[in-house]
Structure formats: structure tokens, C-alpha cells
């Protein structure tokens, strides 16, 4: 069965700093892999996702996640932290059995500081 | 713009009051899901239809029922609230069935039960 482990429920970040988060995945097919943010109130927008073509996937609002099959991790990465981004982060795996469902991440929680 | 619309935003209902929440889609996508998400948690699948075919997650509670009358609306019915199922409650939508298809979330519908 498929599993996402985010590591670290809360990153804190200084404005224009690097953006680091984490998450691993297990599962017994190649993955597709998504990552989704949330901010306070609202529902769940994607940023980007993994679908076997190119290992570095570019996605909305500066971010950009690489798929490295041998740490079988997607972490996602934004060189310059702006205040808007400070969100709630969630990692996603498809389930490969029923082919529909998501299975997420515990999420991390994403605070700027200016 | 095409998106998925929830109503109402909040819901408050009484232990025990029946409440139906709605979701609706211009994205004209064959798959509708329910999730539930509790306070500082991930999504929790609750059922999805495929067009008219309903699937019912397996721990889904039988508390919780489903309406799919059209292509475009999707209804959540609670039949008997209990404290438990305060949550937010986001319907999501997806082209198709299959692992590689991202999904699109509403904002969400927060429900309170008092």
C-alpha cells in the first residue's frame, strides 16, 4: 500500500530564504506523485505533480519539486520565500489500487517571517 | 473561470439536525469525491462517484450518504450529525478515473456541530 511521511509538521522561513519541504513516499508501483497547498479556510489548490516524464517538475508560484526514485523522495523547493506562501503544504501519492483515491500527507505548516 | 463550488461556506447544525452540504462543477469532470478534514489533519476520503457510480470508501460511516443527480452537482448528506463530524468538508473533482489525474478541490465547507 502506498504511504506519504512529510517530515517536520512546521518549517519556519525568513522572507527571501530557501523553501525546504520534505516528503517521502512508499509504493510497491511507480508512484504519481502531487503537492498541494492550502491556505487558512480554503481548499486545497496544486502546485505541481509527477507523473513518470521529467524527475524535475516545475510548478505555480516559483515552486518546484524532483522526484529521486533511489531516496524515493519529492521534495519541494522554492529558492526565494515570500510572505503569501506561508500555508499549509500537503504531499500526495495516488493510491494504485483503487486509482482514485489520494493519500496524503500529515501536512506542514509553512510560516514566513519577515 | 471553471471551478468547483461548494455552498455553503459555513454550516452550523445541531446534534442529531440532518444537514445537507452541495457541491457543484462548471469543469464538466466525470469524478466527484467527498473529503473530510478534521483540525490540523490530512483529507480523509470519504466516497466518490464516477459518473453515476457511487463507490463508498470502507470506513466511511453509514452516518454519511451521497447524491449525484447530474453531472454538475454533488451533495453530502449528514443524517445524524454527532460532535465527531465537526470538520471541514471539500469536494473535489478529477477528469477521470486513474492514477495520473490531478484533482481540484472547492474551498471547502466548514461545519460545525453544536
Known amino acids: 500500500a502506498q504511504s506519504v511521511t512529510q517530515l517536520g509538521s512546521h518549517v519556519s522561513v525568513s522572507e527571501g530564504a530557501l523553501v525546504l519541504l520534505r516528503c517521502n513516499y512508499s509504493s510497491s508501483v511507480p508512484p504519481y506523485l502531487f503537492w498541494y497547498v492550502q491556505y487558512p479556510n480554503q481548499g486545497l489548490q496544486l502546485l505541481l505533480k509527477?507523473?513518470?516524464?521529467?524527475?524535475l517538475v516545475k510548478g505555480i508560484n516559483g515552486f518546484e519539486a524532483e522526484f529521486k526514485k533511489s531516496e524515493t523522495s519529492f521534495h519541494l523547493t522554492k529558492p526565494s520565500a515570500h510572505m503569501s506562501d506561508a500555508a499549509e503544504y500537503f504531499c500526495a501519492v495516488s493510491d494504485d489500487q483503487a486509482g482514485t483515491a489520494l493519500i496524503f500527507g500529515k501536512g506542514t505548516t509553512l510560516s514566513v517571517s519577515s | 473561470d471553471a471551478m468547483v463550488i461548494q455552498n455553503p461556506r459555513y454550516q452550523v447544525t445541531q446534534f442529531g439536525k440532518p444537514v445537507t452540504l452541495s457541491c457543484s462543477q462548471t469543469l464538466n469532470h466525470n469524478v466527484m469525491y467527498w473529503y473530510q478534514q478534521k483540525s490540523s489533519q490530512a483529507p480523509k476520503l470519504l466516497f466518490h462517484?464516477?459518473?453515476?457510480?457511487?463507490?463508498n470508501e470502507a470506513d466511511t460511516p453509514d452516518n454519511f450518504q451521497s447524491r449525484r443527480p447530474n453531472t454538475s452537482f454533488c451533495f453530502l448528506d449528514i443524517r445524524s450529525p454527532g460532535l465527531g463530524d465537526a470538520a471541514m468538508y471539500l469536494c473535489?473533482?478529477?477528469?477521470?478515473?486513474?492514477?495520473?489525474?490531478?484533482?481540484?478541490f472547492g474551498p471547502g465547507t466548514r461545519l460545525t456541530v453544536t
Open positions: 509527477y507523473t513518470s516524464a521529467a524527475t
Open positions: 473535489a473533482t478529477s477528469r477521470a478515473s486513474g492514477r495520473r489525474y490531478e484533482q481540484y
Open positions: 462517484y464516477y459518473d453515476k457510480d457511487f463507490n
